[in-house]
């Protein structure tokens, strides 16, 4: 069973008001397993909190108004199972149910309990991503766009290739997650460190921030923007970065 110190609870309501990003509850009592489908739902663009038992999350379900919910069967103060049942007596959001149960007889108890799909673990997390886009889709949930448009830079997500003016930019992996990223906020101010987690799933305590700075500088010279141009993404000083549409 993970440690609870270190979860992350849900945010209050008035804080996940992006209206194109599906706001995600996920609750497992295993910090590696949260954080491992926190960062897999995060570099989609939706906005992830977490609950590390089933206390927690249902004071979260009373905070916040959740697109889907990520639910391990096992937890420490209760049954996934139980906790569905409650959820489902007052909403019909999209619910995966995460279980190390393989056999038939689970999964159809999860089914037939209100899940709208079920994961066994191990699980590949980009999987776990599509299940998510796939539920978000048919549940007509706030999703994050497939293609960012700002005046003439577009950001397709899909196929992870950005044009300027019509012309493919040549940017790294990294380099297209931390312009994505910063572009699915626009306006929303980023510093290092919080970009050093989002994008790198990293902290200042494994790798410098410099890190981000020289990155931020490889993408504004291939967007030609001037490293004191107020454009696309600006320096916020003595903080970090925004994207400026």
Do not use: C
């Not at 491992?36 to 916040?64: H, I, Q």
């Not at 930019?169 to 990223?181: G, K, M, P, V």
């Amino acid at each position: 069973m993970g440690s609870v110190s270190s979860a992350r609870i849900a945010e209050p309501r008035e804080s996940l008001t992006e209206p194109s990003i599906a706001n995600v509850l996920v609750v497992d009592d295993d910090d590696a397993v949260r954080l491992l489908v926190r960062r897999a739902l995060e570099r989609e663009g939706f906005r992830v909190a977490e609950a590390p038992d089933a206390a927690r999350a249902s004071e979260a379900f009373e905070r916040t108004d959740w697109d889907l919910v990520v639910l391990d069967v096992g937890l420490p103060d209760s049954s996934g199972l139980e906790l569905l049942g409650q959820l489902r007596a007052k909403s019909n959001i999209p619910v995966i149910m995460l279980s190390g149960l393989v056999g038939e007889t689970d999964r159809i108890a999860g089914l037939e309990s209100g899940a709208d799909d079920y994961v066994v673990k191990p699980f590949y997390p980009r999987e776990l991503a599509a299940r998510v886009r796939s539920l978000l889709r048919r549940s007509g949930a706030r999703t994050h766009p497939s293609i960012l448009e700002f005046e003439d830079l577009t950001i397709d997500t899909a196929s992870r290739q950005a044009l300027l003016g019509g012309t493919p930019i040549e940017l790294t992996a990294r380099e297209f997650d931390l312009l994505e990223f910063l572009a699915s906020a626009p306006r929303q101010a980023f510093s290092r460190s919080q970009l050093l987690g989002r994008v790198w799933g990293s902290s200042s305590a494994w790798q410098q921030e410099s890190t981000v700075t020289e990155h931020v500088r490889r993408i504004r010279r291939k967007l030609g923007v001037e490293a004191d141009q107020a454009h696309w993404i600006t320096t916020v000083r003595g903080f970090g970065y925004r994207f400026e549409p």
